[in-house]
């Protein structure tokens, strides 16, 4: 699978919004770019995913940059429940695709 | 609850023995992975089901592990003559199907330490 980078830690205010950023120079043309997050003591949940095209939905924005070397996670207005690891994975279509690899992903804190 | 279930949500034993632990995948998902989960690290695969078989296995670490899911729903992950480098969180995910762009649904996990 295609490698992902992302920084280690972000912190944000409370109502702000906030951009976390994922490099992957490396992608291939029909890898999809998907975005979990893991809030303390509990399994990763699903955020959104997109192939070339942003993306919107309750949780966050996708912004794809146009070659798709990179891409950043949204949120619009970071609450205390943000507070969560954040990780950017590619995924695969086609055969063999069913399994996500994580890295180490971005620690969001949250500040009151 | 609708979520993807995991028993026990702690389990302590001592080097050496035996341990099963247990996934309950949301109804009508043919898809189940285990994953496994160090601290301060993101998961890692272990192994995925589709339906009844195991479509890829390539991530268990040696042949202590093991893994079924005889009528394609239930799955439990079997670790023989534990040591305490099997120490961490497994965690279990289910989806619809095994596709690119299908939503992973994960349970809160199992915490295994091994004294």
């Known amino acids: 699978d295609a490698k992902t980078t992302q920084p280690n830690s972000m912190e944000s205010n409370e109502e702000e919004p906030v951009h976390l950023p994922c490099n992957h120079s490396?992608?291939?043309?029909?890898?999809?770019i998907h975005w979990y997050r893991q809030l303390p003591s509990q399994g990763p949940e699903y955020v959104i995913h997109?192939?070339?095209s942003n993306v919107n939905n309750r949780m966050a924005s996708l912004a794809i940059a146009e070659d798709r070397k990179s891409s950043t996670l949204i949120l619009h207005r970071a609450t205390l429940r943000d507070a969560a690891v954040y990780y950017c994975?590619?995924?695969?279509?086609?055969?063999?695709?069913?399994?996500?690899?994580f890295g180490k992903g971005t620690k969001l804190s949250v500040i009151p | 609850g609708a979520g993807v279930s995991q028993t026990p949500s702690n389990k302590v034993t001592e080097k050496g023995k035996y341990v099963e632990l247990r996934c309950d995948p949301i109804s009508g998902h043919t898809a189940l992975y285990w994953y496994r989960q160090s601290l301060g690290q993101g998961p890692e695969f272990l192994i995925y089901f589709q339906g009844t078989g195991a479509a890829d296995d390539s991530g268990l670490p040696n042949d202590r592990f093991f893994a079924v899911r005889p009528e394609g729903s239930v799955s439990t992950l079997k670790i023989q003559r534990t040591e305490r480098g099997d120490s961490a969180v497994y965690l279990c995910?289910?989806?619809?199907?095994?596709?690119?762009?299908?939503?992973?649904?994960f349970g809160e996990g199992s915490r295994l330490t091994v004294l």
């Open positions: 997109g192939l070339t």
């Open positions: 994975i590619l995924r695969e279509a086609g055969a063999g695709s069913y399994q996500l690899t």
């Open positions: 490396t992608i291939s043309g029909t890898d999809y």
């Open positions: 995910a289910s989806s619809l199907s095994g596709t690119s762009t299908g939503e992973l649904f």
